[in-house]
């Protein structure tokens, strides 16, 4: 009987993690979504994409999925230990829901103050996803593994390693015609912090309720 009662809590526990990872997902693709349409700079993936797309007639959603997915299947050379479910689940899932909101977003213009708030408001949104995400413990997202990936081949720490991918992306990125704006500058400076703020806040909480 415990034994049957331990394996229930496992599965339980288990899908309260998807949940998470899903979650996390869907806000960190509607938080891109809601910078790029303010088209004041965007993360240095987003940047890249953005580049791409200016010359394949495809999606920002679906390009999101297919570098992602390309960024995960390096790293499984390099990196495997660090991948999971949620690294799948994160690949796609944000780019299928930059797919499905796209339509209600992409044709809004927004200009000076309201375009700022809106890149704020996305970025946070952001933050708030990927802490979710993180909560999640089912594996390393595509950047997250492409860092760790490059810090493997290059000998660097994670730190130099993640500047050297975001630099990378971006300057690719601006090489196809991407532009480079103040949100380009807010991702790099804010982001992380933002999201480590956000984790923290999380971390309290479920140390909170777990108390109860």
């Not at 495809?58 to 390309?70: A, K, V």
């Amino acid at each position: 009987m415990n034994r049957v009662r331990f394996k229930k809590q496992g599965v339980q526990k288990f899908c309260q993690r998807v949940f998470f990872s899903v979650i996390g997902s869907i806000f960190c693709g509607l938080g891109i979504e809601f910078v790029v349409v303010t088209k004041l700079g965007a993360d240095s993936l987003s940047t890249l994409i953005l580049g791409i797309k200016d010359h394949f007639d495809i999606g920002f959603g679906t390009l999101s999925q297919l570098l992602s997915l390309l960024y995960l299947l390096i790293a499984v050379f390099f990196v495997r230990k660090k991948l999971g479910i949620g690294s799948i689940i994160n690949a796609l899932t944000i780019g299928q829901t930059i797919k499905f909101i796209t339509p209600f977003l992409r044709n809004q213009v927004f200009i000076g103050t309201a375009g700022i708030i809106v890149m704020f408001a996305g970025f946070s949104i952001m933050a708030f996803g990927t802490a979710i995400y993180l909560q999640s413990e089912l594996g390393s997202g595509p950047m997250e593994a492409m860092m760790f990936s490059l810090s493997k081949m290059t000998g660097l720490n994670i730190t130099y390693s993640r500047i050297l991918l975001d630099g990378y992306n971006v300057t690719l990125g601006i090489f196809l015609g991407a532009s480079f704006g103040i949100g380009s500058i807010v991702a790099v400076l804010c982001l992380g912090p933002m999201i480590k703020i956000v984790n923290v806040l999380l971390n309290h909480l479920v140390k909170f309720k777990s108390e109860l």
